[in-house]
């Protein structure tokens, strides 16, 4: 399963005998027919990959019932929110060409519990859900404030699932001055590089520039001309042995050293310049402790 999705996780546990005796004496179960001696839980990132995972229980065993049967369809009001995760209740597929007395036929019987959650159903569930539904104590508040909770997690999966939508609400401020610079940035590089050669993570790298920029106090304007000139030189975006970031390091170095100089000279700063082997420094001593060479 982490081959599938390395996000995933995966529990699984085997009913205590207090468990089993207590199920059974609530007479709504023979021993031979009870499905969850065995449980386990697939737990996925959000609502979004539940089916996900639902299609990779189906390709590998027989589903015998799913609880609830419809995910459009709950038998709850819409003022409850009690436990009903997904379950799905399975059995391990026959095994060909094998005699009826081997173990591993006679183990294609047995119906096993799957659950299906997210992490934050997880969560409840294992924060709460055994104190409330399990627990030594009966409190009407303890079951009162578990609700309340799961009610909260479930609006936060929802904002979650739907976040694509929700991000163009015009109810929340859609950026500030911080968001207006990365995305600046983020363009310039989407715009000036092919995909191949950006990585996946824009807003880490749209950081990393942004504190590059404001450490030797250039503006983004600025260092889009000094790149552009670069380019035009058949050095900028040409390049092909630097990553962007160092790509723009490269094209300030060259256009306007003085701004590093004086970054260098400075004491009272966190920011030190990465600096790997290809990058020539020119005339200038990049020496110091305000760079990391890599």
């Known amino acids: 399963m982490q081959s599938r999705n390395n996000t995933w996780h995966y529990v699984s546990r085997i009913k205590s005998k207090d468990s089993f005796a207590l199920k059974l004496e609530g007479g709504r179960f023979e021993p031979k027919n009870l499905e969850d001696l065995f449980a386990c839980s697939i737990i996925v990132e959000n609502s979004k990959h539940i089916e996900d995972a639902v299609k990779f229980v189906e390709e590998r065993f027989v589903i015998v019932e799913k609880r609830p049967e419809n995910s459009s369809f709950t038998s709850k009001q819409s003022n409850s929110f009690q436990f009903d995760d997904l379950r799905l209740y399975a059995t391990l597929r026959p095994v060909e060409f094998m ?138 975006t040409h390049t092909k042995n630097l990553s962007p970031f160092f790509i723009i390091l490269q094209s300030i170095i060259n256009r306007e050293p003085e701004k590093i100089r004086v970054f260098l000279s400075k004491s009272d700063t966190w920011y030190r310049i990465p600096v790997p082997p290809e990058i020539d420094p020119g005339d200038l001593d990049m020496s110091g402790n305000r760079t990391v060479y890599l």
């Open 99 to 236: 005699p009826s007395e081997h173990v591993a036929s006679a183990l294609s019987d047995i119906i096993f519990e799957i659950q299906i959650k997210t992490f934050l159903q997880h969560a409840w569930d294992v924060a709460i859900h055994n104190r409330t539904y399990k627990g030594s104590e009966i409190s009407w508040t303890m079951e009162r404030v578990a609700y309340q909770i799961k009610a909260m997690l479930e609006h936060a999966e929802m904002s979650i699932h739907d976040i694509d939508t929700i991000k163009e609400t015009h109810a929340i401020p859609r950026r500030n001055r911080e968001t207006v610079i990365l995305k600046d940035i983020e363009e310039f590089l989407h715009d000036n590089w092919e995909k191949a050669y950006l990585t996946d993570d824009m807003i880490t790298i749209s950081k990393n520039i942004k504190n590059l920029l404001e450490a030797l106090d250039i503006s983004v304007n600025d260092m889009k001309g000094y790149v552009g000139k670069e380019t035009n030189a058949m050095r900028g």
